[in-house]
């Protein structure tokens, strides 16, 4: 029995600290633009059948409750929580944030499509709209070299103003993609993910129709990490943490006591 505690308060040290992971990352990422924060979502192990609930006690009489011994929790998955970041004023005409739901698309170096909220792009050398990293977006949108003004719309059309020319020109438009699923999407780093099976395929299309959210110039969204709640969810890791610490010394004592005893 005792053996049995030290394995099941084994299986809580280590979700406590898958959890307190999740929420270092969480708090680590506080200022990165368009992040958003995961939850560890844990469930319990197998349990030890003893005695089924309804079986036989005696010729007339049967068990009520039966009896059933867990053995453990463990890390079922962490869950994205996809709650729209507070949009701020950034003043850059290359600033985009998404208003409701979407994502940006972005070719990434091996071939495939990323997917991030994160709207900070800037010009590349021959005037691609990049990310800042260098990564294009999808579909590219090139800005002429003697622009000079950008403007783009809510619904994502690309206007640039050119010296000698009385109206703006249309440079393009962007496209957001949004998911049946997006907690499904794979996060692959630099503020990407990427499609799977569990996501369910991008609906692709302009900003504002079909459930897509509209594009706001100039602003950029932020992390919606609640520093607050993170600083809670911490302490009462910890303190879920010491207990399970506090359940192997006192198991490893009573085997030691019993030990001795025998």
């Known amino acids: 029995m005792t053996f049995g505690a030290l394995h099941v308060a084994r299986t809580g040290l280590d979700a406590q600290n898958f959890r307190m992971q999740v929420i270092a990352n969480n708090l680590a990422n506080v200022n990165t633009t368009g992040f958003k924060r995961d939850r560890a979502s844990f469930q319990t192990l ?7 609930p309804g079986a036989a006690a005696s010729a007339e009489n049967r068990y009520a409750t039966g009896l059933n011994l867990g053995t453990g929790v463990r890390l079922a998955g962490t ?7 507070t949009i701020s004023t950034t003043g850059s005409a290359l600033d985009l944030a998404i208003d409701g739901a979407g994502f940006f698309q972005v070719q990434l170096p091996d071939g495939r499509t990323g997917y991030t909220r994160a709207g900070n792009f800037s010009r590349s050398a021959d005037g691609t709209m990049v990310t800042g990293d260098g990564k294009p977006l999808e579909p590219a949108i090139q800005i002429p070299d003697d622009a000079t ?19 703006a ?9 949004r998911f049946t699923n997006p907690a499904g999407l794979l996060a692959v ?3 990407m993910l990427v499609e799977t099976a569990a996501s369910g395929a991008p609906q ?8 897509r959210g509209v594009l706001r110039a100039g602003m950029l969204e932020g992390s919606n990490v609640n520093v607050v709640e993170e600083l809670v969810d911490m ?7 010491e207990v399970n610490s506090k359940m192997i010394k006192a198991a490893d004592e009573m085997m030691t006591n019993a030990t001795q005893t025998l």
Not at 46 to 52: A, D, F, V
Not at 169 to 177: C, Q, S
Not at 235 to 241: L, V, W
């Open 46 to 52: 197998g349990y030890q059948l003893m005695t089924q």
């Open 79 to 85: 869950a994205r929580i996809d709650t729209q970041g």
């Open 149 to 167: 003004n950008v403007s783009i719309a809510a619904d994502g059309t690309v206007s640039v103003s050119i010296a000698g020319q009385a109206q």
């Open 169 to 177: 020109t249309e440079a393009g438009r962007i496209e957001l993609a």
């Open 189 to 191: 780093g630099d503020n």
């Open 204 to 211: 692709v299309g302009p900003a504002g129709q079909e459930g």
């Open 235 to 241: 302490i009462e890791t910890q303190r879920a943490y």
